[in-house]
């Protein structure tokens, strides 16, 4: 069964400042898909970035970014240029895309952003 | 609006008084599925279903269920609930073909209270 590991429960970045989220998974699939899910205190699950497994090369979407090392079976996030708005748990999560039937998620990590 | 409707959004209820949250979603979705979240536990999946009439247990369904009549609707039934169902609850769907992009999309989340 696959697992996805957050070793970290909670987090701090000076606002303006660069943060790595860490995330490692298990599996013996070779094609998945790996998610970044952002819950703020709304408690709304909000994609922030995602990546397919056959692509080598690292998503971006804007001030997010990840490192994806697939030998390693390690997917961090990075946040630059912090904003106060990014203050949330930070899910990582993992989906098979041959049999798909479910999000496996790591068990979150609390970001705090100081002002 | 392509969204994942679920009510109630908040509930508080007491031990062994059946009670159902639904789920409903406009995007004509195959797959949906029910996840609960706990603190240190991330979101771990209670039912999933590929399609009409087809559900079929994830990591945690003990004390509940669910049922696929319609495409659009998928309830979750706590039949007798007990203190340990409280937890917040999510809805959520996604398209089956292969082409998509793996996201799942969610509701807004259920808050149970089981006094």
């Known amino acids: 069964a696959q697992t996805v590991t957050q070793s970290q429960p909670e987090m701090s970045v000076q606002e303006a400042e660069t943060v790595t989220l860490s995330c490692t998974y298990d599996?013996?699939?070779?094609?998945?898909?790996l998610f970044w899910y952002k819950q703020p205190p709304s408690r709304q699950m909000i994609l922030v970035i995602r990546?397919?497994?056959?692509?080598?090369q690292n998503a971006t979407e804007n001030r997010f970014s990840v490192n994806f090392q697939k030998a390693a079976k390690s997917f961090s996030l990075k946040i630059s240029d912090s904003q106060l708005g990014d203050a949330a748990m930070y899910f990582c999560?993992?989906?098979?895309?041959?049999?798909?039937?479910?999000?496996?998620f790591g068990a979150g990590t609390i970001l705090r952003v100081k002002s | 609006e392509a969204q994942v409707t679920q009510n109630p959004r908040y509930l508080i209820t007491v031990t062994g008084k059946k009670l159902t949250v639904t789920c409903s979603q406009n995007?004509?979705?195959?797959?949906m599925s029910w996840y609960r979240q706990d603190p240190g536990l991330g979101l771990r999946q209670i039912y999933y279903?590929?399609?009409?009439?087809?559900?079929d247990k994830g990591d945690v369904p003990e004390g509940y269920k669910v049922s696929r009549k319609e495409k659009r609707n998928f309830p979750l039934i706590l039949e007798s609930p007990s203190p340990n169902q409280t937890s917040l609850y999510f809805c959520?769907?996604?398209?089956?073909?292969?082409?998509?992009?793996?996201?799942?999309?969610f509701g807004e989340g259920s808050r149970l209270t089981v006094l």
């Open positions: 995007m004509n979705h195959e797959y």
């Open positions: 990546q397919e497994a056959y692509k080598q």
């Open positions: 959520a769907s996604s398209p089956l073909a292969l082409a998509n992009t793996g996201e799942l999309f």
């Open positions: 999560a993992y989906r098979s895309v041959r049999y798909g039937n479910k999000l496996v």
């Open positions: 279903s590929m399609n009409v009439e087809v559900t």
């Open positions: 599996t013996s699939e070779s094609d998945y898909y």
